[in-house]
T-cell receptor, first 114, second 112 residues
Framework: QQQVKQSPQSLIVQKGGISIINCAYE??????FPWYQQFPGKGPALLIA?????SEKKEGRFTISFNKSAKQFSLHIMDSQPGDSATYFC?????????????FGQGTRLTINP | DSGVTQTPKHLITATGQRVTLRCSPR?????VYWYQQSLDQGLQFLIQ???????AKGNILERFSAQQFPDLHSELNLSSLELGDSALYFC???????????FGSGTQLSVL
């Protein structure tokens, strides 16, 4: 019940296209859903996050869509650029007595072809 | 640069040995987290400290221990190392437990 399942494992998109990565969770106590971007040799960096009281959040070219009833959320990258090539992780957590334990998906390696 | 500093960047050691990984959080951050990243297990939460006190434990082995010092830096101690402990160990920090995490660049541990 603590798992977050992420798909696809890898994704190749042409420059200018839309990249879509999906995640599903089971624990209904999760109330925070961030997406992280990781470049080789670096730690994950927060890209965008959403809480379950909204169905969509947009920041620049990045959008999270959230479906509470289906327990799914996805990341859309519009007008994908070669600089977006990285590994993306979805995650989920629920605050419990001041503890934040992020449960990460397995990651998606995104390649944007020029 | 996230502002979280981890040392060393790389560590090569032998089975059965003990190592210490160090983390300095961002200035002003009171909460420190440790995560392990490996190819088969992905990113796994190990432990969280807030202002010197342990707040949450994840999949941390009994051979591993951590602490957060009064100056807020943290150390992760790994003992009786096994080949399977080879992984990238990340430290992250946040201003408070409910706020977003900033990750360091990690310590790559290789156990030979």
């Amino acid at each position: 019940q603590q798992q977050v399942k992420q798909s696809p494992q890898s994704l190749i998109v042409q420059k200018g296209g839309i990249s879509i990565i999906n995640c599903a969770y089971e624990n209904t106590a999760f109330d925070y859903f961030p997406w992280y971007q990781q470049f080789p040799g670096k730690g994950p960096a927060l890209l965008i996050a959403i809480r379950p009281d909204v169905s969509e959040k947009k920041e620049g070219r990045f959008t999270i869509s959230f479906n509470k009833s289906a327990k799914q959320f996805s990341l859309h990258i519009m007008d994908s650029q070669p600089g977006d090539s990285a590994t993306y992780f979805c995650a989920a957590s629920g605050m419990n007595q001041g503890a934040q334990k992020l449960v990460f998906g397995q990651g998606t390696r995104l390649t944007i072809n020029p | 640069d996230s502002g979280v500093t981890q040392t060393p960047k790389h560590l090569i050691t032998a089975t059965g040995q003990r190592v210490t990984l160090r983390c300095s959080p961002r200035s002003g951050d009171l909460s420190v987290y440790w995560y392990q990243q490996s190819l088969d297990q992905g990113l796994q939460f190990l432990i969280q400290y807030y202002n010197g006190e342990e707040r949450a434990k994840g999949n941390i082995l009994e051979r591993f221990s951590a602490q957060q010092f009064p100056d807020l830096h943290s150390e992760l101690n790994l003992s009786s190392l096994e080949l399977g402990d080879s992984a990238l160990y990340f430290c992250a920090s946040s201003r408070a437990p409910s706020e977003k995490l900033f990750f360091g660049s990690g310590t790559q541990l290789s156990v030979l």
